[in-house]
């Protein structure tokens, strides 16, 4: 593979990959990453790359690790959330899209019918 090819081919997965992060698409960033996975395995190049473009690329893997730290960091504060609501029983608040507070008592009884 051409070296320019490849890292073209690598800066744009890059993009697509922040894209997926930024929009919550986690069944696309694992997609995103066996394509990597592929890509490394033929990414041996006959020349070296331009250094401007290979700090560009560092720069975007970067920021992509970024996003993926907070994206797990968030994953993690719900999960303790909800833990932590399974656990105590209490109320659980949110927001919804006018912004109006709503509650949900979890202390209700939840009934269900069974119908033949």
């Known amino acids: 593979m051409h070296a320019e090819n490849y890292l073209d081919k690598v800066e744009a997965l890059l993009d697509r990959?922040?894209?997926?992060?930024?929009t919550g698409q986690f069944e696309t960033v694992q997609a995103l990453a066996i394509e990597k996975d592929k890509l490394r395995a033929h990414s041996d190049l006959p020349t070296s790359p331009p250094p401007a473009q290979v700090k560009r690329l560092k720069d975007k893997s970067d920021r992509n690790q970024q996003l993926f730290a907070a994206a797990l960091k968030g994953?993690?504060?719900?999960a303790l959330r909800l833990?932590?609501?399974?656990?105590?029983?209490?109320a659980l608040?949110?927001?919804?899209r006018d912004g109006a507070r709503q509650n949900t008592d979890s202390s209700r009884q939840t009934t269900f019918q069974k119908r033949a």
């Open 83 to 90: 833990q932590s609501f399974r656990k105590n029983g209490s």
């Open 93 to 96: 608040n949110t927001y919804g």
């Open 75 to 78: 994953v993690r504060s719900v």
């Open 17 to 22: 990959e922040r894209e997926a992060l930024l």
